[in-house]
DNA sequence: CTTCGTGACTAACATATGTTAGAAACCTGG
DNA sequence: CCAGGTTTCTAACATATGTTAGTCACGAAG
């Protein structure tokens, strides 16, 4: 299925599409200088086109650049020796895949793209010379403290979530990422996962994801269809999920 | 029970804890020169005394310092709308509880005690000024990817091992971030956690801990006693969990 | 040396989620 | 328009873990 494919969608994310997600985001959080958003644009000039399921990064791996994710989807995950397969992150438009592997030196897990996706590879070298300006240093940096951020409310949905709160607070928070980004039509918006990837990522299965979801459709929360997932009633997802957006960090948004 | 008071490893932990537990832990992996360590080791030279389960920090403070742990064991939670508790992430010696607020501005969780500690308050002020020395900003920002890469290791953890695979594998984890720091002393160290404690870092039941633990002493892999645990069998142990020490970017180690 | 409180531990029972297996629906490429 | 691969969806059944409700052990405090 071509993730491009929702026409309710296309225009506005194509549109949306041509200023840098990176900078959307920032934006609202965090002045920028001209120049340094000259510097941060310039980043996604050349990326890369991959296909969908192409490894961008593989545990082990040492490599000399950074990528930055301009337009698709990516996870990242770990493998275990039986196989079972853990989602630690969702990578969309704006996000950095990788920051740390210059200072950590090897990765400890993989990075594939859930979709076609453009990336953007920058070398090691360029991100010390970007590094060297306070401003772009401190956007870095923020970067990699929401993404922790992250993890820790990832860590409480699959701990302490029934399946059906925690579908659903990935739901909430998928959604205001996407807004941050623009990616956002009404409330509905490209979520290109199939319900193995969404299980990876809970640690469930999907059988039992499925269950939740015909259940979500019934109780008329979603409809989530062909990629797209409208929040038919936010305001009830978040409650019944116990969601609350303050650990991304982005700035006040009145949400109706 | 205070936490200090096994004979077998009191003397042991006194002594090495004379070096701050930060700097060991960092030499073997970052070059620091002697003016760096000096600004490092005199930021524990005043820690504040706390007793066990005092907060730290709550939920949506602003504070302008940041906290290092010096003695004592701490842990970072979230809590839900149920009164449940999620646990992610113990801090022992050596780390920093909130290295992330200066930035961030509000706090997303509570960090508590969980022993008397030694915790140094350390001024925003302060730490700006350390930053502009490139290597000292170089180890808190180290410091900050290794604990993303604990995150990401306890989503794994939490989703997708089993309850016996998932608390072996977290004994193992603390085993070396204790070794790292010089606390332990043969395959023990103190571990200061009650069983319900383990149980809301994990995502279950403390009662389900007890039947587990139960099992790993019957298989001969550990004893748990008194706060302090010993391996018993730590390939075994390593094995049976699935640890890889790889994401804790420790210098390589031969382990008997 | 008793009392109290906390943490460890048990047991019986309940259930959310996993497992297996297959049918149906859907894309995609030819 | 068909063939073949994914992905979705169901159903019947299995089980790891949760729930509830205690007892027991032990250290701290008086």
């Not at 039509?185 to 299980?199: G, I, K, W």
Request: overall charge neutral.
């Amino acid at each position: 299925m071509d993730y491009m494919s929702a026409p309710a969608l296309k225009g506005e994310g194509a549109k949306r599409g041509a200023v840098s997600p990176l900078i959307t985001r920032l934006e609202t959080v965090i002045w920028l200088g001209e120049e340094d958003k000259a510097a941060l644009a310039a980043l996604g000039e050349d990326p890369r086109e991959m296909g969908p399921r192409r490894n961008i990064i593989r545990e082990g791996e040492r490599p000399d650049h950074v990528h930055l994710m301009i337009e698709g989807w990516a996870a990242r995950y770990k493998l275990l020796p039986d196989g079972a397969r853990q989602i630690t992150a969702f990578l969309i438009p704006g996000d950095f895949c990788d920051l740390h592997v210059t200072i950590l030196g090897e990765m400890d897990h993989s990075i594939i793209t859930l979709t076609r996706a453009k990336v953007a590879y920058v070398a090691r070298s360029k991100m010390d010379a970007l590094t060297e300006r306070p401003g772009l240093a401190r956007v870095f940096w923020w970067a990699t403290l929401v993404d922790e951020a992250v993890l820790r409310a990832w860590i409480v949905n699959v701990g302490r979530r029934d399946a059906f709160e925690a579908i659903g607070h990935l739901m909430c928070e998928l959604y205001v990422r996407m807004k941050n980004i623009g990616l956002t039509c009404d409330h509905s918006f490209e979520l290109p996962l199939t319900q193995e990837e969404l299980a990876d990522a809970l640690g469930l299965t999907p059988v039992h994801v499925n269950r939740v979801l015909q259940r979500m459709r019934a109780e008329k929360l979603i409809s989530f269809k062909a990629g797209i997932l409208t929040i038919r009633d936010y305001r009830r997802l978040e409650a019944a999920s116990g969601f609350n957006p303050n650990y991304l960090h982005a700035a006040e948004r009145a949400e109706g």
